[in-house]
């Protein structure tokens, strides 16, 4: 597998006024979180955002949050900043444009939310062009792969830990499978040390 750490290429050029980075906070970092809410990992991430005090945003597919709705609304009651994931998690490269949209509007329908980032991080020009009329489109920064079975936790914190900058919108994963869970912590405790804040993806302008 090829991995590549930061933002998927060519979005830059692609997708110019989605959110990469967020630039203007400093030292501050933007945690996010896709694919939940999870009954196994989410619980165990908000309790550790809580004990250090951390806000965060999160991702999440329509079709778990009507799984989930007291765990979704303990994500909202907490501080974080919910974001649309879309309703069934769709690869937008393998389904038509009005399915895939639609499917988009739904899971906004059900989050209330005008953040969306695509699944897999992948999105048709056409699907962009339609969705950034009413909403705001969502990458990253920093994806440690903490998904990827086959990629060690420790491995997945190495990638993390050291290519962490001022203004990275990081992408991680509440799902059960996840390796964020072992190292999600350690990593904060490291990050606070380093003299590094967390923000929301909403807190500062989106422009980055």
């Not at 951390?54 to 778990?64: D, K, L, P, Q, Y």
């Amino acid at each position: 597998m090829i991995r590549n750490y930061r933002r998927p290429f060519p979005a830059g050029i692609i997708y110019p006024d989605a959110i990469y980075s967020i630039k203007g906070g400093g030292r501050r970092l933007y945690l996010t979180f896709d694919d939940g809410p999870d009954p196994v990992s989410t619980p165990r991430i908000l309790d550790i955002l809580a004990a250090r005090d951390v806000r965060a945003t999160f991702f999440c597919t329509g079709s778990r949050v009507i799984a989930a709705p007291g765990l979704f609304a303990r994500i909202a009651a907490e501080g974080h900043t919910i974001g649309n994931h879309g309703f069934s998690h769709l690869n937008g490269l393998k389904t038509p444009i009005r399915t895939y949209c639609a499917d988009v509007f739904r899971g906004r329908d059900i989050t209330c939310s005008n953040l969306f980032r695509p699944p897999y991080g992948r999105l048709r020009v056409r699907q962009y062009r339609i969705l950034e009329r009413t909403m705001q489109i969502v990458f990253w920064d920093l994806m440690p792969y903490d998904f990827d079975q086959t990629l060690p936790a420790p491995e997945s914190y190495g990638i993390l830990a050291s290519r962490i900058r001022p203004g990275s919108v990081i992408v991680l994963h509440d799902r059960e499978t996840s390796s964020a869970m072992q190292y999600l912590d350690r990593f904060l405790e490291k990050a606070i040390s380093e003299d590094y804040s967390f923000g929301r993806v909403d807190d500062y302008s989106p422009r980055g």
